[in-house]
């Protein structure tokens, strides 16, 4: 959130980390002020700047590296899967109440479902196909970012909800927030808004449906002899 490129790697939905550092015992007071000189940093470093810099630099070539070694991004986008399986076990419990306000959790299930096979069916042409061929390693890897695209909520602004994620984020439209909400029902009933629950509901059940979406795609229409 410090970052100033933090808003746009947010907004594309682009995987990404930060390092910083700090001396044990002693805080930094002039980030972002005038006195914040190479000096200043020096000084409070005990004269280690260049060291603590290298080591930081050695961190972020070691991620590069893991990241650009191979043909192919190595992120389990499967493990989502289990994940929202999860949260829809918890939500279950809550069936009858569900019931009972004309409510179900059917088209996320669905959408789950669906995410699920796309999931399945790209995981087995990755394993299936010649991991040599330059132009299917870029289209399966775009469609493995894409996932992670996808699952920033497209429903909510980038600038006034920063942390999209359904599932890693912060704010109304993330499973956890769906999940709390409804247990209010019985832990202060009168603080259940049925309106606003309706609307998380969608949003999350749209936003998974178009992570599954993103997975499957033009993929299926690739030719035999691209392979």
């Not at 700090?22 to 914040?36: C, G, H, M, P």
């Not at 020096?42 to 650009?68: F, P, W």
């Not at 775009?142 to 695209?149: G, H, L, Q």
């Not at 109304?172 to 998380?200: C, I, M, N, V």
């Amino acid at each position: 959130m410090d970052s100033s490129a933090y808003p746009f790697t947010a907004f594309a939905g682009v995987p990404a980390m930060e390092l910083s550092f700090r001396e044990q015992f002693s805080d930094y007071w002039f980030l972002d002020t005038k006195l914040d000189t190479y000096q200043a940093l020096e000084k409070q470093l005990n004269g280690r700047l260049a060291d603590v810099s290298r080591a930081v630099a050695e961190v972020m070539g070691q991620m590069a590296i893991i990241l650009t070694h191979n043909d192919r991004l190595h992120l389990n986008y499967q493990v989502y899967s289990d994940v929202t399986l999860n949260y829809l076990t918890q939500l279950q419990d809550f069936a009858n109440e569900l019931k009972s306000r004309g409510l179900t959790l059917q088209w996320l299930y669905s959408a789950r479902g669906d995410f699920i096979r796309s999931a399945e069916r790209l995981t087995n042409l990755i394993s299936s196909s010649d991991e040599g061929n330059e132009r299917l390693n870029r289209i399966y890897n775009d469609k493995i970012m894409r996932v992670e695209f996808y699952f920033l909520s497209q429903y909510v602004s980038a600038t006034e909800t920063p942390f999209r994620h359904i599932l890693h984020g912060q704010g109304d439209h993330t499973l956890g927030a769906l999940y709390k909400h409804f247990q209010l029902l019985q832990l202060d009933p009168s603080k259940f808004d049925e309106k606003r629950f309706r609307k998380q509901l969608a949003l999350v059940t749209w936003t998974l449906q178009g992570a599954a979406n993103a997975l499957s795609g033009d993929v299926w229409s690739i030719g035999n002899n691209s392979f």
